[in-house]
């Protein structure tokens, strides 16, 4: 089976510190990974997918990520935290024995500090 | 630009009433999927439809009916509400491809008395 862990269900960051937000999957076969993110009282938006096409992915509001396939982790960064970005981000991994479904992780809330 | 459009937003109901979520996208999607967010849980997957007239469960169904008479609708139905079933509820359609993403409404939030 696969599954989605997320190390830490609470960081909090300095505005203008890193942001680092850790994801690590289980999957047999080549995974597709994603990030989305979700603000209070919404629904959940895409950031970033990691496709196989590149391990460094780049999304959006300044994010990326890293596709490790020898660490099976699928870290979220951003150089430099701002105030918008308080909000709980979820890692989801999908494959192709999986159907079309998605496996998503706990979630990670992220508060930033003025 | 609509996407994926959740009703109601808000609902509170008492224990074994019925009631049901709707939802609809306008993007031409084959999957659609309900979601349950509960805290420190994550998403879990209640039912799932790859195209009309196809459904199927997920992680959670217990409780819980749906059906995908069209391509645009995916309703869940609560069969007899119970404090249990106090949640947030998504729905969701993917994009096409092995890589299609989700897309999400905004999420319904039902309290069970």
């Known amino acids: 089976a696969q599954s989605v862990t997320q190390l830490g269900s609470h960081v909090s960051v300095s505005e203008g510190a890193l942001v680092l937000l850790r994801c690590n999957y289980s999957?047999?076969?080549?995974?597709?990974l994603f990030w989305y993110v979700q603000y209070p009282n919404q629904g959940l938006q895409l950031l970033l997918k990691?496709?196989?096409?590149?391990?460094l992915v780049k999304g959006i509001n300044g994010f990326e990520a890293e596709f490790k396939k020898s660490e099976t982790s699928f870290h979220l960064t951003k150089p430099s935290a701002h105030m918008s970005d308080a909000a709980e981000y979820f890692c989801?991994?999908?494959?192709?024995?999986?159907?079309?479904?998605?496996?998503f992780g706990p979630g990670t809330r992220l508060s930033v500090l003025p | 630009n609509a996407g994926v459009t959740q009703t109601p937003k808000f609902q509170v109901l008492k224990t074994g009433q019925s009631m049901t979520l709707q939802c609809a996208q306008d993007?031409?999607?084959?999957?659609m999927s309900w979601y349950r967010q509960d805290p420190g849980m994550g998403l879990r997957l209640i039912h799932y439809s790859v195209g009309a007239g196809i459904t199927d469960q997920g992680e959670v169904p217990n409780g819980y009916n749906v059906s995908r008479s069209t391509t645009e609708d995916f309703p869940l139905r609560l069969l007899s509400a119970a404090p249990s079933q106090t949640s947030v509820y998504f729905c969701?359609?993917?994009?096409?491809?092995?890589?299609?993403?989700?897309?999400f409404g905004e999420g319904s939030r039902l309290t069970v008395l």
């Open positions: 990691y496709t196989s096409a590149a391990t």
């Open positions: 993007m031409n999607h084959e999957y």
């Open positions: 999957s047999s076969v080549p995974p597709y």
């Open positions: 969701a359609s993917r994009g096409t491809g092995p890589a299609g993403e989700l897309f």
């Open positions: 989801a991994v999908t494959h192709r024995n999986y159907g079309q479904n998605f496996v």
